[in-house]
């Protein structure tokens, strides 16, 4: 399976760690923050990266080259930052199968093989790793809207006011389907094309989608502050 990686932003909000790097070249413990990642997919048993890159791309292909631990790396171009939905189609050409996306300023370690076994699932379009967080950082991220049942009934991004505390991680499994999907999505009020817009357009045309629990550590980088607990993540 093949993993695609988001790689393309400013990191506006890390600096001055991206005032002379891009973002997923920030250190985080003794490697780049892309760096923990790779690690994280390779152990997964990926076959091949597909790295999204836009600002600073040269430093991120110098960096990396053709391949990590042994894994071949193919680079695909997002000229603008227009979004995650945007960033996936970029490596659309590249993918013919189920296949994973992992955004690039995660760390984390737990239970993602469990969204590999789940997406090889005969019948399932996506799988969403998924955490139960703080109000606050559920207001920063996608988060989920349930029935009254309980079932996953819509995703939205970022909202003012969260419907619930259960968000995405960073980490999915899709069908190609899901690029179809993305084709469809609109930009949204932030001027993006949002994910979580493709994945609430699977739910409306009942696609079998998953949801794994996560279950481990994990510190999405956003700020300085991130980078620190970053950094006391990697140290355990």
Known sequence: MKAVIPAAGRGTRLRPHTEDRPKPLVPVGDRPLLSHGLDELAALGVTEFVIVVGHRKEAIIDRYGDAFDGVPITYVHQREPKGLADAVLRAETEIDEDFLVFNADNVMTGNLGEVVERQRT???????????????????????????????????????????????????????????????????????????????????????????????????????????????????
């Open 122 to 236: 005969d019948g399932v379009d996506a799988t969403l790793l998924v955490d139960d967080v703080s109000r606050d950082e559920a207001a920063d991220t996608g988060v989920f809207v349930t029935d009254d049942d309980g079932r996953l009934d819509a995703v939205v991004e970022k909202p003012s006011n969260p419907p619930s505390t259960q968000v995405l991680t960073g980490l999915f499994g899709f069908s190609p389907d899901i690029f179809h999907a993305c084709h469809l999505v609109q930009p949204s009020d932030r001027g993006e094309y949002e994910l979580t817009d493709a994945i609430d357009l699977f739910l409306r045309a009942e696609r079998r989608v998953e949801t794994v629990a996560f279950a481990g550590q994990r510190v999405n980088v956003n700020t300085p502050a991130d980078r620190e607990r970053a950094e006391r993540l990697v140290e355990e």
